[in-house]
């Protein structure tokens, strides 16, 4: 077993990048996720490993683009505005199948919003961002020691799938010191990285990294080779958590991150008042948990209730899965306001007294 | 029959799309030459536009990559820092250099990435049919200055190699033209001091190299030669910008 210590989440997530040989972390400074970078400034030269700091959210994604596509395992951070601005870039990655890792700390929006947490980047992070038919795998961490198991899960997948992955978590998590244990995980049976432009070194025939099909008919068989790989993702790497759903629930509450924790607090409320609620926590957001809802759809009364920082976007997702059989409801707060238990409990019973449909 | 000249190895069998009388076609010749004179082909690797050569990475022989419009110099950041022994370009031109991509070939360049930009200016977007481009010279006529480039609206052109040379992180510099055989040769040797710079890690370095566009000037080859002759370099004059060996001399 490995050591416990006491860490922030942003510190977790650098300090699980580097133990899962990240070798290069290029960033630009935003807030709430400036300490990753500087967390990388200080730990990867040391390693003697590479730490750019970019002109810009822009150039940072495209020296993932560049580092990733040689085949060196790469990473970046920022927060959503600048996540908006590396979304250009995402979408060459995902068009090119460079693997790579993408952390967004969210925070409120739109515009320049706030830097308080928020999780209005759901729609942004699971359906395309940039431009093209895409997707990308999207972890979902609700605790530090999470954030530090999910960035190494997530390199594995990137180079799995030649895919770019991205950890999304939100202010809160970033800035809260929790201990953490970095286990030695059983590495994946990686596939070589034949693919990667690094220079010829005897190989007979050039590499090309690239997102550029001129012919319709090439491009259609790109996209329809992309389609069979997303589809083989959501077969094999949907991640979620049930709590308290093994029994007959009054309410199940659909939640990630930062606020499942919230509604877990507001589960022991509900108990103490003889209320039985469950809760299904997706921790992949892409591929999405239908499954957790199949699951649980005959262990609810009343139906789900889906709790965000945002003003729905995940519900619709839920709404998608469970597809007319229970209600599907929804409560959120929104520009780096926080839910708190009391109220969701009250919309929970809200929900039982047929108040909100 | 002894064999007295043949093509390089730098580039692929791909026959190129380039309309006649471009001049892409005998910078993509420069380069691959240079490469494969130095010896490291094998461990080159290219950064190709978006522009008239977005089907770069299918000319040159070495590893290569497409990067998004004007994010040339940070990919090449980005290959050159996880790869240090590989011997990294971008080709760029000039809407994908000076326009969109400034910030990049800006900080790509004081941060001394050691890295080789070949900066192809025509003086105009040549793929999208015709636009002003950031060094379109005043007057000059396109489809989106129509009644000429009016400074007093559309601003003046960059002078890119200038720009690039004030800052501490360029090793060489050198602006160069292939409007004649001289030139040609001259143009050459320009590229392969840039290339002996960054394998010797001496800094980033930079080869602008005006160009011609026939088919977007409206004028036959020949003529297009001319033009650059009459009106390009004037305007850009030819020359090294900026080489720390002299400056330690």
Known sequence: M????????????????????????FGYP??????????????????????????????????????????????TSSSSPGVSLKSEGISYIAGAEVPCVIVNIVRGGPGLGSIQPAQSDYFQATKGGGHGDYHMPVYAPSSVQEMADLMQEAFDVADEYRTPCMIMGDGMLGQMMEPVEFTERTPRQLPPKDWAASGLRGRQHHNAINSLYLQPEELEKHNIDLQAKFQKIKENEIHYELHKCDRDNDVIIAAYGTTARVCKNAIKLAEAEGIKVGLVRPITLWPFP???????????????????????????????????????TFYGRMGGMVPDPVSILERVKQMMDGEVR | MALTFEKTKGLTEVSTHYCPGCTHGIIHRLVGEVLEELGVLDKAIGVAPVGCSVLAHEYFS???????????????????RSVP???????????????????????AATRGEKITTIFVNNAIYGMTGGQMAPTSLPGQVTDTTPYGRDTGVAGFPIHVSE???????????????????????????????????????????????????????????????????DNMIPYYPLGVKKDIAGEMK
């Open chain 1, 290 to 328: 239908d499954v957790a809802f199949e699951e649980t759809v005959n262990k609810t009364r009343f139906g789900y209730l889906t709790v965000e920082m945002s003003a729905g976007q995940m519900v619709e997702d839920v709404r998608l899965a469970v597809n007319g059989r229970k209600p599907v």
């Open chain 2, 163 to 229: 720009m690039i040379s004030t800052l501490d992180g360029p090793a060489y510099v050198e602006r160069v033209s292939v409007d004649s055989v001289k030139n040609v040769l001259k143009a050459k040797k320009a590229i392969k001091k840039a290339f002996e710079y960054q394998i010797a890690g001496k800094g980033f370095t930079m080869v602008e190299v005006l160009s011609t566009c026939p088919t977007n000037w409206g004028l036959s080859a020949a003529e297009a030669l001319n033009w650059l002759r």
């Open chain 2, 85 to 107: 022994d590989s011997v990294v370009f971008t080709y760029q031109g000039d809407g994908d250099l000076a326009a969109i991509g400034t910030a990049e070939i800006v900080h």
């Open chain 2, 62 to 80: 070495c590893d290569m990559f497409g990067a998004a419009h004007g994010r040339a110099p940070a990919v090449a950041t980005g290959i050159k």
């Open chain 1, 30 to 75: 935003i807030t709430p996720q400036t300490e990753l970078a500087a967390y990388m400034a200080k730990h990867m030269p040391k390693a003697g490993r590479v730490f750019v700091q970019a002109e810009s959210e822009v150039a940072a994604i495209n020296m993932v683009y560049g580092a990733g596509g040689a085949g060196v395992r790469c990473m």
């Open chain 1, 2 to 25: 490995g050591e416990k210590v006491l860490m922030k989440g942003t510190e977790a997530i650098g300090e699980a990048a580097m133990r899962a040989n990240c070798q290069c972390f």
